[in-house]
C-alpha cells in the first residue's frame, strides 16, 4: 500500500475508533469497510477536520440496524442556528408586530402572560400599549413595539428594569417562553399561517437583510443549512428516527422541520394549553412539572424531559432523569447552553456548531468521552475566542441563575479551555 493510500485508509479507520466501532490502538490495521448501499454525507463543503468521516462512519455502523425490540435508532437535532441559521421564533415574533397579531391581555392586566413577568415589567408594558383594542397595533405604534421588543429580546423594560424572575434557569426561559404565550387567542392553524408568512419573508430577503420594527433595525432572514440538510437525509435514509426538539413554539418549529423533511408529529417546541380551540397563555408540562404550572418547556433540562416522555415515552419523575443507553438518541446537534442536557445524553455522537458559548464549548472541548464533533458555523461562523472559556469558574449556571464551575459527574472541575474550531 502506498503512503497516499495507507494515510487515507488511516483516517477512515481513525474515525470508526472514535465512534468506538473499532479500538483506537488497532485503528490502524483495521480499517473498515463500508456496508454497500448505505448512505453517506453528500455535501462536503463547511465540515471541519474529520468530522465529516466520523459522522460516516456512525452511518455506516447504523445503517439499517435497530436494537433488539425493532427499534429505529434516534437522532435529535435542536433547531435555531443549528439546523438553520438565525432564529425562527424571533422572525416570528418580528413578523407578529409588524403585522399587528398580538393580542393585548385581558384587563390590560400584563402579569396574565407570564407567572415569571415582573410587576415592573407589567407596568411598563401597561403604560406602553393600549388596552380596548382587538390586537395591538405595533406595525404603527412604536412605543408598545419597543416595550415588546425590549421585554422578549434583551429580558428588560426599556427603561433597563429586570423583566422576568424568579424561575429555574434550568428548566424555562422566560423571554422564549413569553412569545408562545404572545399567542394566547389564536389557533394553532392561524399561529402556523404566521409563522409561514414569516417564513417566506425571511427566506426570501438577502443575506444579511434587516427590518424595522419599532423604532429598531432586526435581523431579516434565515438560511437552511445545506450540510444539516444533507445529514438529516443521511441519518433518515440509514434508519434513523429523526427528531427536532427547540425552545420556539411548537406551531412556529412544525411549519420550519417540514423543509428538512421532518413532519409535525416529529418537531417538539414548547406548547401551550387550549381553551376551545385557542391557544391559552399557559403552557403544558413535562415530568413533574402539570400543564398550567408554566415550569418547565423545551430547555436545557427540559428539553430531556420533553426527549424522555414524548420520544421515549417515559412519564412522571423518571422523564427527568437520564435514561438507560437504549432509551436514548444515538446522535445530537446543538449549538447552545440550551442544547447541553439532551446533547450530553446521545451515545452516539454529538455535533456542537460552534457559537463560544460557555457551558457547552466546555463540555465539547473536553471531550471526556470522544464523542464529541465541534464543527464552526455553516454560514457566517464565529472568529476564534481570544481568552478561554471559564470552565473553572463560571462557565455553569445554576437552577437559580448562579454562576459556578463546570463540573464532570465525579463532581471534578473541567478545565479552562481554548477555543480551537473556528
Not at 415589567?121 to 397595533?137: D, E, H, N, Q, Y
Not at 404566521?194 to 431579516?220: D, H, K
Not at 445529514?231 to 428516527?241: E, S
Not at 380551540?277 to 423545551?298: N, P, Q, Y
Request: proline share 5%; charged share 25%.
Amino acid at each position: 500500500m502506498n503512503d497516499k493510500l495507507r494515510t487515507s485508509a488511516a483516517a477512515a479507520a481513525l474515525a470508526l475508533a472514535a465512534t468506538g466501532l473499532l479500538p483506537a490502538a488497532n485503528a490502524e490495521a483495521r480499517p473498515a469497510a463500508r456496508p454497500a448501499g448505505c448512505p453517506t454525507l453528500k455535501v462536503s463543503e463547511g465540515w471541519y477536520g474529520t468530522n465529516k468521516a466520523r459522522v460516516d462512519a456512525l452511518l455506516a455502523e447504523r445503517c439499517g440496524n435497530r436494537d433488539k425490540g425493532g427499534r429505529k435508532p434516534v437522532a435529535v437535532f435542536d433547531w435555531d442556528n443549528t439546523v438553520i441559521k438565525n432564529d425562527v421564533g424571533d422572525a416570528t415574533f418580528y413578523w407578529l408586530l409588524r403585522h399587528d397579531r398580538v393580542r393585548p391581555p385581558k384587563g390590560g392586566d400584563w402579569s396574565t402572560t407570564s407567572r415569571y413577568l415582573t410587576p415592573e415589567a407589567a407596568t411598563a408594558l401597561g403604560t406602553a400599549c393600549p388596552t380596548g383594542v382587538r390586537t395591538l397595533p405595533t406595525s404603527t405604534d412604536t412605543r408598545c413595539a419597543d416595550e415588546l421588543l425590549s421585554v422578549y429580546g434583551s429580558g428588560t423594560t426599556t427603561g433597563g428594569k429586570t423583566a422576568f424572575a424568579g424561575y429555574d434557569h434550568r428548566r424555562i426561559e422566560p423571554q422564549y417562553a413569553w412569545l408562545a404565550q404572545l399567542l394566547h387567542g389564536w389557533t394553532t392553524r392561524q399561529a402556523a399561517s404566521f409563522a409561514a408568512a414569516a417564513r417566506a419573508e425571511n427566506l426570501a430577503a438577502p443575506q444579511g437583510a434587516t427590518q424595522q420594527v419599532g423604532t429598531a433595525r432586526v435581523t431579516g432572514w434565515v438560511r437552511y443549512y445545506d450540510q444539516q440538510r444533507d445529514l438529516i437525509r443521511a441519518l433518515k435514509d440509514t434508519g434513523f428516527d429523526v427528531w427536532i426538539v427547540s425552545a420556539s413554539p411548537e406551531p412556529v418549529v412544525d411549519v420550519w422541520a417540514k423543509g428538512v423533511g421532518v413532519a409535525p408529529s416529529h418537531a417538539l417546541g414548547i406548547r401551550n394549553t387550549t381553551d376551545h380551540g385557542r391557544l391559552t397563555s399557559h403552557l403544558k408540562g413535562c415530568g413533574t412539572v402539570r400543564d398550567g404550572e408554566d415550569a418547565m418547556i423545551t430547555y436545557i433540562d427540559g428539553k430531556r424531559c420533553w426527549i424522555n416522555q414524548e420520544i421515549f415515552g417515559v412519564r412522571g419523575p423518571a422523564a427527568e432523569r437520564v435514561q438507560p443507553a437504549a432509551r436514548r438518541q444515538v446522535f445530537a446537534a446543538g449549538d447552545s447552553d440550551t442544547d447541553i442536557s439532551f446533547l450530553r445524553d446521545a451515545t452516539g455522537l454529538r455535533l456542537v456548531l460552534n457559537r463560544n458559548k460557555n457551558e457547552l464549548m466546555c463540555r465539547a472541548y473536553e471531550n471526556g468521552d470522544g464523542r464529541w464533533l465541534v464543527n464552526p458555523m455553516f454560514i457566517e461562523p464565529k472568529k476564534q475566542k481570544t481568552s478561554a472559556y471559564p470552565c473553572s469558574t463560571t462557565g455553569y449556571t445554576a437552577g437559580d441563575g448562579t454562576t459556578q464551575p463546570v463540573r464532570r459527574a465525579d463532581g471534578s472541575v473541567v478545565p479552562d479551555q481554548l477555543d480551537t474550531v473556528f
